[in-house]
């Protein structure tokens, strides 16, 4: 079993940032991949940033150039930087785990941009 605790959600001006943490503990795998998924209301559940363990990154389109994925291996934790926020990134931001086969996610924490 691997457990999640998320942190850093908010509400913040469109244009602001906010740094979202993930920090999983329990039987961690040392190859493994680590991201964040968000859910709009009324809309599915979609992939916004993954890094694996040894670094390699992977970013939806929709926000490339304004959030970066980094993470902690002593922590088994992972980061997410988001600038320049829009009124379109207001969701419910899940971290979730992926080793030895297995998912974990996180309970999710609420994002939400002013405009």
């Known amino acids: 079993q691997v457990q999640l605790v998320e942190s850093g959600g908010g509400l913040v001006q469109a244009g602001g940032s906010l740094r979202l943490s993930c920090a999983a503990s329990?039987?961690?795998?040392?190859?493994?991949?680590m991201g964040w998924y968000r859910q709009a209301p009324g809309k599915q559940r979609e992939l916004v940033a993954d890094i694996t363990s040894d670094g390699s990154t992977n970013y939806a389109d929709s926000v490339k150039g304004r959030f970066t994925i980094s993470r902690d291996n002593t922590k088994n934790t992972v980061y997410l930087q988001m600038n320049s926020l829009k009124p379109e990134d207001t969701a419910v931001y899940y971290c979730?785990?992926?080793?030895?086969?297995?998912?974990?996610w996180g309970q999710g924490t609420q994002v939400t941009v002013s405009s």
């Open positions: 329990g039987s961690i795998f040392t190859h493994n991949k």
């Open positions: 979730y785990y992926r080793g030895n086969y297995l998912s974990y």
